[in-house]
Every structure is written in structure tokens, then in C-alpha cells.
């Protein structure tokens, strides 16, 4: 059974970067894609960024694309975010999320997901 922990949030200024990681516990599939979404307060969560375990093809949110990287680690069991050029619509909770069946974005589709990690950007 895979566990997740997010780490790496914190307040931010806009303009600013972070790097988010999380971790898996246990084994994680090539087939499986890991996932990061957010939800702001009253928000609904969000997708933010994917990428295939196994062949690491990536995807993006149109409102990150090109500020937000994703990446992984297949020796330390763990998939990154990093964050450049942050603004304060950015804030949120951050989370982790794999899917074992493959693509997707929406947030139904994930069966293991991390506790979160907060991003606070000031402006």
C-alpha cells in the first residue's frame, strides 16, 4: 500500500520560488501517474500538474504552465514540484495524489492521496 507526504510549503513572497516534494512509501508502478492539485479556501481542488511514473511524460495546468515544473525521482521515490514566478492566487493547499490506472486530472480519479502542504504567496 503506497503512502504520500508532501513536504516543502511555506510563505512565500510573489515573485518567489519552492520546491514541493513528496515522498512515496512503498512500491509505485510504472503504469502509475502521480499527481499535484491544490485547493484554495472555498475552492474546489484543482489539478496543477501530472507526470507517468514509469516514462515520465508531464502535463500541465494552463494557469501554471511554464512557471511549474514537475519531475520525479525513481531512486528516492519521489515527485517534485518546483514553483517559480509565484503569485499570491498560488495559495493553497498542495497535494500529492497517485493514480493507479493511469492519465487523468481529475481529482475523483486518484485513490492515494498525501495529507497537504501549505503555500502561502504575499503580494
Known amino acids: 500500500q503506497v503512502q504520500l507526504e508532501e513536504s516543502g510549503g511555506r510563505l512565500v513572497q510573489a515573485g518567489g520560488s519552492l520546491r514541493l516534494s513528496c515522498v512515496a512509501s512503498?512500491?509505485?508502478?510504472?503504469?502509475?501517474?502521480l499527481g499535484w492539485f491544490r485547493q484554495a479556501p472555498g475552492k474546489e481542488r484543482e489539478f496543477v500538474a501530472n507526470i507517468w511514473w514509469g516514462h515520465g511524460r508531464t502535463n500541465y495546468a494552463d494557469s501554471v504552465k511554464g512557471r511549474f515544473t514537475i519531475s520525479r525521482s525513481s531512486a528516492e521515490n519521489t515527485v517534485y514540484l518546483q514553483m517559480n514566478n509565484l503569485k499570491p492566487e498560488d495559495t493553497a493547499v498542495y497535494y500529492c495524489?497517485?493514480?493507479?490506472?493511469?492519465?487523468?486530472?481529475?481529482?475523483?480519479?486518484?485513490?492515494?492521496w498525501g495529507q497537504g502542504t501549505q503555500v502561502t504567496v504575499s503580494s
Open positions: 512503498g512500491r509505485v508502478f510504472s503504469s502509475s501517474v
Open positions: 495524489a497517485r493514480n493507479r490506472r493511469g492519465y487523468s486530472t481529475i481529482p475523483n480519479d486518484f485513490d492515494t
